[in-house]
């Protein structure tokens, strides 16, 4: 995107790539959890139905994990889980639409690559699957940790801070970011490196980063 102050990195492959979307999909069955109860869930993008707070259990499990190797006074603030197919490609659409504005010149093939930074298409979006998390990290009373952008900034937004290993953060923001990294990393869950707040375990990007023979969850109907 010409106005784009962070264009994507050529080097990071995008959720929206080939590469991703071949991977097969071998539906475990397993089902989506409350999290509500067992770890801290932000009400910010809450639903009436309570979706945005379920993942499936492997997923849970692996969280309530890594908050274990977080420094004593840290704890996960869950921000959003399962999305229903349909208000991810809303969400999607909206964002494409955002940067359609921006850069009125640019092609349809750019402005969905592009988009893809920020937003998963649903077809290879974690979220509907149950498997990503947004997430970031508060202290025990709850006042969230400086991970050096708002959680869920657009590239726009935080002028490329949003990236998991943007160059210019500050030095107390990347040490957190890296606490996060190895607390999620050493449960088996990879991060979307356009968003530090994005991990995911058993989806189609998960399959794709760890060279797995395929994704284990797929897309949940809406419950």
């Known amino acids: 995107m010409t106005n784009s102050p962070f264009p994507a990195d050529q080097r990071i492959v995008l959720i929206g790539d080939p590469r991703v979307r071949a991977v097969p999909v071998r539906e475990c069955g397993e089902p989506l959890v409350d999290c509500r109860g067992r770890l801290r869930v932000d009400p910010r993008r809450a639903d009436?139905?309570?979706?945005?707070?379920?993942l499936r259990a492997g997923v849970v499990e692996r969280l309530e994990r890594a908050e274990k190797l977080l420094p004593h006074d840290w704890r996960w603030l869950l921000v959003e889980g399962y999305r229903p197919p349909a208000l991810q490609q809303e969400i999607f659409d909206g964002y494409a639409a955002t940067l359609r504005r921006l850069d009125p010149d640019a092609d349809e093939e750019r402005i969905q690559t592009a988009t893809s930074r920020w937003c998963a298409p649903a077809e290879t979006a974690g979220h509907v699957a149950g498997a990503a998390i947004d997430l970031t990290v508060c202290?025990?009373?709850?006042?969230?940790?400086?991970m050096g952008s708002p959680e869920a900034a657009t590239p726009?937004?935080?002028?490329?801070?949003?990236?998991t290993h943007a160059p210019d953060l500050p030095e107390r923001a990347r040490e957190n970011r890296a606490l996060m990294?190895?607390?999620?990393?050493?449960?088996g869950m990879v991060n979307y490196p356009t968003e530090w707040w994005h991990w995911s375990y058993g989806d189609r990007y998960w399959a794709w980063s760890t060279a797995a023979p395929a994704a284990v969850y797929g897309p949940v109907p809406q419950p």
């Open 156 to 163: 726009e937004e935080s002028a490329g801070t949003c990236y």
């Open 139 to 146: 202290t025990r009373d709850g006042a969230e940790i400086d």
């Open 48 to 54: 009436p139905a309570g979706h945005f707070a379920h």
């Open 181 to 187: 990294i190895e607390a999620l990393s050493s449960v």
